[in-house]
């Protein structure tokens, strides 16, 4: 096996990385990467971006939000997060995840961590998870990763993650609520993150790193990934499945009911109902066809007109709260 360093803590760069190595870097052996991201939301390959993350909340915290291209659930990541990537030659079963698994456990177990296989897809201790895991496939070669939750935010990963999905209906992967725990709790040694990665290096290296080191050229290619694909609304929200949203609330100037279709990011269908006394006659649905869904496009629509001409006595903020709360 060979080792490929990273210390990047970017999540689109990360992302890059893993792709490049899994459909580019041709080596002969496997390769396992060590990695952090800064504060992050990972949503899966199939999900629905928008239904996955808390995104007030997300935009007031500055986390990012990324999209894997491996299937699953949304992840949270933070410097208390370490991530490992296995890409191999398919010499393991890409259907048996449990065998994928064992290499990780065991190097968890040989630290005094009671881990082991849960599910279709998790690594947990005492039934509360500490790490999921997904796959991807490219030709003859099988990527293996994972999130393992060693001291991470606990309070933020609910927060950012908390889901609407009453007012949300759509054809993508929903994340599944589970009990978590960090890792950290169960270790009898006081050791920080970088201490776990350097016994993770030890455990899969017990003969010495071998390690591979990339040229500038392919570091180039990664970061064009990143630049062209990883890091574009395009693909982070752009991607997601069609959806509907419906929600209604009531002010003291009137009610306000929003109905949306959304497709590949964009509104294409928008219907607005309401008692509200509003000053124009402006056709409120055509004013959203066509824009993103998303708060900073939406308000700046809003924002093109005085308040009360379009909504009478409610204010665009408001507005925006019948979009997306």
Known sequence: ??????????????????????????????????????????????????????????????????????????????????????????????????????????????IGIDAELSGRNDITIDGKKVSGTAKAIHKDKLLYHGAILFNSNMEVLSKALRVKQNKIESKGIKSVSSRVANIKDYLKEDIDILEFKEILKDYFFPDGLKEYHLSDAELSEIKSLRDNKFSTWEYIYGSSPKFNFKNSKRFPAGEVEVFLLVEHGFITKCNIYGDFLGESNIDLNELFIGKKYERDEILNVLNQFKEKQLFGDISNEEILGCFFD
């Open 1 to 110: 096996m060979i080792y490929i360093e990273n210390t990047s803590l970017d999540p689109f760069l990360n992302l890059a990385y893993e792709e490049y190595i899994l459909k580019s870097l041709n080596l002969d052996e496997d390769c396992l990467m060590l990695w952090r991201n800064d504060n992050s939301i990972i949503v899966g390959k199939h999900q629905n971006t928008i239904e996955e993350i808390n995104e007030e909340y997300v935009k007031e915290k500055h986390i990012k939000v990324a999209r894997r291209i491996t299937g699953g659930g949304a992840v949270y990541h933070d410097l208390g997060n370490l991530n490992f990537s296995f890409i191999l030659r398919k010499n393991v079963s890409a259907s048996d995840m449990h065998k994928l698994g064992i290499p990780m456990v065991n190097a968890l177990k040989k």
